[in-house]
């Protein structure tokens, strides 16, 4: 049984610097606070009906970190207010459950998706971009589809790299795609032929840099 994550006497108005998690395990409160950088040590843990409360009321984050399914209700739909009330805030989607539909719904709220239980090298990637004044600005969707009509790629050879780049792992791009793992090699082989790469880690930092560069 996941323990419960410690509460705040209520979800006060912060700074703007505090961070928000959505989530009923310590775990999670525990790894994210390890990633944030004094002196924005504030961290406030929330379920579904705190979060929204606490946004009604005007309370803005740094950065927030929200489990999809929780016991009050749905963080995806926190994540939609939070996009409403804060356009730019960064926010990182936690997931045990996978299929098209989140994967597209996180996507096009301009969030990070990220699978459970393991996640902790995502966890510290997403703050360092946080925290880091230099970071780089999230690609435009024109400019990924540029590149990816450039090298020809086939739908599905374009959902690989969609998919890849909103966080779905390696090992759960079949069952997101709803193919076999057998016909996900072929697909990938062939994509890694058109971007002359030797893996999908290097195609996938080849169509970013390309994008990156469209927006220059």
């Known amino acids: 049984m996941k323990g419960r994550a410690p509460k705040q006497s209520g979800v006060q108005k912060s700074s703007g610097r505090a961070v928000l998690i959505v989530d009923d395990d310590t775990h ?12 924005d040590q504030g961290v406030i843990v929330a379920s579904v ?3 929204r409360g606490s946004l009604a009321t005007g309370t803005t984050f740094r950065a927030a970190v929200v489990d999809i399914g929780l016991p009050d209700g749905s963080g995806l739909d926190v994540v939609r207010l939070l996009r409403e009330r804060e356009p ?5 989607v936690l997931t045990a ?3 098209r539909t989140l994967v597209n719904d996180v996507h096009e709220l301009g969030a990070e998706l990220v699978c459970k239980p393991d996640f902790t090298s995502n966890l510290q990637a997403f703050f360092e971009r946080v925290y880091d004044s230099r970071q780089r600005s999230p690609l435009d969707d024109d400019h990924v589809e540029a590149v990816i009509t450039e090298l020809a790629l086939t739908p599905r050879e374009r959902d690989i790299v969609r998919l890849s780049m909103s966080g779905v792992p390696r090992g759960r791009l079949a069952e997101v795609m709803g193919i076999s793992e057998n016909t996900l090699k072929k697909q990938v082989r062939s994509l890694l032929e058109k971007t002359r790469q030797s893996s999908l880690s290097e195609a996938l930092w080849l169509v970013r840099t390309r994008a990156e560069m469209r927006s220059a």
């Open 28 to 39: 999670v409160a525990r790894a994210v606070q390890r990633f944030i950088p004094p002196p």
């Open 49 to 51: 009906a705190e979060a």
């Open 88 to 92: 730019a805030v960064p926010i990182l």
């Open 97 to 99: 459950r996978l299929d």
